[in-house]
């Protein structure tokens, strides 16, 4: 039965769980664990390992220059830049109201280190986000704008 559970483990994609099952049953019959609490711990290794496969394949997928968060930023060295709605964008309601934030400004000021702060939020809970500089995103939209209509759109993007 030990194959079976496994097989099946692995058919639903839960890899953690056919690792890790057979183990922790042991260890559940010898404390005494109710069936419930074992089950309990079995999901809750694989939403755990899923939480954390996930942030890493989104921060691969956000092209983030650096990591920095909100937290390491110093608003009395920038004090033009309003604290309190920066803070904010941190709550990610402009994501619920399809609005999209965009930072302008002289070099130097923080709009990269904000705006990363901003995607790491919003990949810790689990939005896809994608970090594109004004630059790059000219260049692309005039690259899609040559080549004509076509499936090329942007929606939910921040702007930086």
């Known amino acids: ?3 079976q559970i496994t097989e099946y483990c692995q058919k639903l994609n839960l890899s953690v769980i056919a690792n890790q099952w057979s183990a922790l049953a042991d260890q559940a019959a010898k404390d005494n664990v109710t069936y419930s609490s074992f089950l309990f711990s079995l999901l809750e290794a694989e939403v755990v390992e899923k939480q954390v496969r996930s942030t890493t394949t989104l921060l691969k997928l956000s092209r983030l220059p650096f990591r920095k968060t909100i937290d390491e930023f ?3 060295i920038q004090p033009t830049i309003d604290e309190r709605r920066i803070r904010e ?3 990610l309601s ?3 109201e399809h609005e999209n934030p ?3 400004g002289p070099p130097g000021i923080g709009k990269t280190h904000l705006a990363v702060s901003i995607g790491l ?3 810790s809970q689990g939005y ?9 995103l000219i260049i692309q939209l005039r690259k899609a704008d040559s080549e004509g209509p076509g499936p090329f759109f942007t929606r939910g993007l921040l702007f930086f």
Do not use: C, G, P, W
């Open 128 to 136: 896809k986000t994608y970090f594109v500089s004004a630059h790059d």
């Open 94 to 96: 402009f994501l619920r």
């Open 121 to 123: 939020q919003a990949i």
């Open 102 to 104: 965009i930072f302008l």
């Open 1 to 3: 039965m030990k194959e």
């Open 89 to 91: 964008l941190m709550n």
């Open 74 to 76: 110093n608003f009395s």
